[in-house]
Each structure stands twice: as C-alpha cells, then as structure tokens.
C-alpha cells in the first residue's frame, strides 16, 4: 500500500512531516503539556509507510491510551486487510477463491467499494488485482494478453452469498486503494470514542481531522507537489474532515513512468491526462477511494462528479502542471 505520501502535515507549533520520510523500525511516541492539554504524538511504520497520529487530551495517560488503542486497530486491520503472504482473508480469497466467513470489517469495506463501484461507473474497481500482478513484471502486456487479464476484471462479476464471497479463477482483489482511509477512520473512530476531540490521523497520506491543533487554529494541510521541489500547489485549513491525494510517480512500471499503480479497469492502462487528483470528503475512506477514481476520470468527469456529489471537493494537477479545482475546493 505505498503509494500515496503526497501531503505534508503543517502541526501546531513548527513544522511536522507526515509521509514521504524513510521508514523506520522504531516506535516514535512524544508527549507533552501544550495550552492546557497533553499534545500526544506517535508515529509507527505500519500498511507499508507511516502512520501517525496526534491527539490532544486532558490527560497524559487517557490521551497515550487512547492513541495505543487506535494503533492496536490499525495493527489488526493490517493483518485482516492485506493482500501479500498468505495468512489475510484478502490473501486466503485470492488464492483459493472463496472465503466463507468474512470478517465484519472486510464485510463493511467491501459494501463501500461496491457503492462507489457503481456510483463510478467502474473508475474504481477493486478487482485491478490481476493487471498490477502482470505490470509488476515491468513488461507491457499484449494486446490480446490485456484483453485476457481484462476478461477476469470487473467487481460485477463478484459472487456475494450472505457472509460468503467468491471469485472466478483467475480473479483477484486489492485493498491498496481504499485500505488506508478505511484504516484512517477506524483509527479517529476509536479516538473519539475514548473522549478524544481533537486529533489528526495520517495513514499514509490519507489524513482525517477532528477538531483544532490550538484554539482558533485548524489542522494546515500542504497539498505536495509532484516535482517534490516544495512549490506546493496550496494548504488547506480543516476541522472535521478528511484529504487523500492519488498521483502517479510513486509507483510506476515503466521508465516513462506513463504505466503506474493506478488503473483504468476498463482498458487496463493507466490514466495519462493527469499528475495527481487530492479529494476532500468527510471520511477518509471516501477521500480515499475519490482520488483514485477521480484521477481514472477525465478532468471533465472528475468536475461533474463533484458538482453532482457536493461533500466532495477535487483539485487536478495535470501533466503540464496546470491546476483546476472543483468550485468548492477550499484551500486556506
């Protein structure tokens, strides 16, 4: 799932980056007393990148609590959610086909990619499984080799019985482009149920916001940019919602760098008219899953998406570099 640290976190007080450093093998936890409240902050390589989170509490102990709980989840939804080794119920589908009892969390993820499978015409499709696998080879298909891997590609072609799913042969699925938000809201979920009002959760580049960092203040958000030369395209300021950002130089399988991680499911390419599409959305998981389909849309569909869904906001980077926002794009 590494494919999206595209946004720089801007903290309370100084600068924190959250995405795009090194990974490391150690926890980082911080805590201190900031205006009146414990400022508790913990970073964790996790969902192959980081994930942070920061959280503001009354209490040293309750706050460091309730961040370890949220980590706990993460940790398990990891396991549950993966689609390498052999041990996930990801995996155990992709390689046998059928899983009997889906787990509740895998059941509730799979509903909202089904829902914005069909309210996107397909541009989001968790089935891509079997294109990636052959690109992964940095070899291009032939025509009618694609036109074969296309024919076991398609999430109506999914076989739900009750608790059970089932794919045919030759079928596979991927979590990569929606596991992260879905894990980011689990997270703040499990926050605010420990009487946390005031966090930030970053998995991997999908951020979701509760709150303020100090009084008067909000959450600042960088939007990256794609040359990584620090000519950020804009900030936002957010209280009480979520941003992802999909591009298409993190993970690439040509050196042209025009065949990447993100898939039309209908023709099996990659979207080319576009360098990255960041989503505003009220959870992570839309946000998510948004920036990837958004960014498989034209810029024109991308537009009229968001202006017939307005709790969603997008702002496309092309190739050139020119920037267009959907009219509800707020940046700080």
Not at 17 to 24: C, H, K, S, T
Not at 232 to 248: C, E, K, R
Request: hydrophobic share 40%; aromatic share 6%; with cysteine.
């Amino acid at each position: 799932m590494e494919r999206r640290n595209f946004l720089k976190l801007l903290g309370a007080a100084g600068c924190a980056v959250a995405g795009g450093a090194a990974l490391a093998n150690l926890d980082k936890l911080e805590s201190l007393r900031h205006q009146g409240e414990y400022r508790v902050s913990m970073s964790r390589a996790a969902i192959g990148t980081h994930v942070d989170i920061t959280a503001f509490g009354p209490s040293q102990y309750e706050t460091e609590d309730a961040v370890a709980a949220a980590f706990a989840d993460v940790a398990d939804m990891e396991r549950q959610l993966t689609r390498y080794g052999n041990l996930s119920p990801v995996a155990e589908l992709n390689a046998e086909g059928h899983i009997e009892h889906l787990p509740a969390p895998m059941t509730a993820l799979l509903a909202s990619c089904m829902q914005f499978y069909r309210a996107t015409g397909g541009a989001f499709d968790i089935t891509v499984k079997p294109i990636l696998d052959r690109l992964a080879n940095h070899a291009a298909p032939s025509s009618s080799e694609l036109e074969n891997i296309l024919a076991h590609v398609g999430s109506d072609k999914l076989i739900l019985q009750g608790q059970s799913l089932s794919i045919p042969e030759g079928m596979g699925i991927t979590f990569d482009g929606c596991a992260p938000g879905f894990i980011a809201d689990r997270a703040a979920d499990i926050l605010a149920h420990h009487g946390i009002q005031n966090f930030l959760v970053n998995a991997g580049g999908e951020i979701r916001t509760s709150g303020r960092p100090e009084e008067g203040k909000a959450w600042r958000i960088a939007i990256q940019d794609p040359q990584k030369r620090g000519n950020y395209p804009g900030y936002l300021a957010m209280h009480q919602n979520a941003v992802s950002t999909s591009g298409n130089y993190e993970i690439f399988f040509s050196e042209d760098r025009l065949s990447h991680h993100i898939i039309d499911a209908h023709t099996g390419n990659s979207p080319k008219h576009a360098t990255s599409v960041t989503v505003t959305a009220p959870t992570a998981l839309e946000a998510d899953i948004l920036s990837t389909a958004l960014f498989v849309m034209s810029p024109a569909e991308a537009l009229a998406f968001t202006a017939a869904h307005p709790q969603y906001a997008c702002l496309i980077i092309a190739n050139d570099g020119s920037i267009t926002a959907s009219p509800n794009f707020e940046l700080a």
